[in-house]
């Protein structure tokens, strides 16, 4: 299994909070990127990053930010969470092999983050 | 534009039946890559099987197999002899050479096997 860890796995929070949510990777792959789940909607790409401190943001990135000051670490922050970020959000790593062949993506478990 | 519909929204087979499951991807970018993910009732995301845009053969894989036709631009995952274990939700996706790596995927079929 690929080496990602998100933590926290669960967290409870309320409207208006800030919230950080941290993925860890061991396998030194260049690309990191952070979905979010919802019923109807599938994966949805929030933020993905291409190197230490190279980052661009997906199709739902309002309301969101993120930083990779090392390669093993991406960090996701919700600036003031609100209901409608109640979601499940993924990690996930890929490389890129021999130029710009994409490899597989390899996700990490799971984030549930709850927003009352 | 990227794009990946996935029609069927929930399938429901009896043990033993085969189903597939459609997956029809729209980009301009000659090169891209076509994968499948199941996420089981567990939650995790696994991966199935990567095909990039100039290998159209067939693939099986045990019980599995994936039908790509560029022609109509569709990836389909074909289980043959479905078990209980197959049970999961099932995600196509495309990433095009040119989009910075950006995975695109469909909003899944979820696929109940009745034992």
């Known amino acids: 299994d690929a080496g990602i860890t998100q933590s926290p796995r669960h967290k409870v929070t309320e409207t208006g909070t800030p919230v950080t949510l941290r993925c860890h990777q061991t396998e030194n792959h260049r690309y990191m990127y952070w979905y979010r789940q919802d019923p109807g909607h599938g994966l949805r790409l929030i933020h993905y990053s291409y190197g230490v401190k190279d980052t661009d943001k997906g199709e739902v990135s309002d309301g969101y930010s993120v930083s990779r000051s090392k390669t093993e670490d991406f960090l996701l922050t919700l600036e003031s969470a609100t209901s409608s970020q109640t979601s499940v959000y993924f990690c996930a790593i890929s490389e890129s092999l021999a130029g710009t062949a994409t490899g597989e993506l390899f996700f990490g478990e799971g984030s549930r983050l709850t927003v009352l | 534009a990227q794009k990946v519909t996935q029609a069927q929204t929930e399938i429901s087979v009896v043990e033993k039946e085969d189903v597939t499951l459609d997956c029809v991807y729209e980009?301009?970018?000659?090169?891209?890559?076509l994968f499948w993910y199941k996420q089981p009732p567990s939650g995790e995301l696994v991966f199935l099987i990567r095909?990039?845009?100039?290998?159209?053969q067939n693939e099986i894989s045990g019980r599995y197999s994936w039908n790509f036709q560029k022609s109509t631009s569709s990836f389909n995952f074909t289980i043959t002899a479905s078990q209980v274990v197959d049970s999961a939700v099932y995600f196509c996706a495309l990433s095009a050479a040119n989009t910075g790596n950006q995975f695109y995927f469909g909003t899944g079929t979820s696929l109940t096997v009745i034992p």
């Open positions: 980009t301009r970018d000659t090169t891209y890559y």
């Open positions: 095909r990039n845009s100039f290998d159209e």
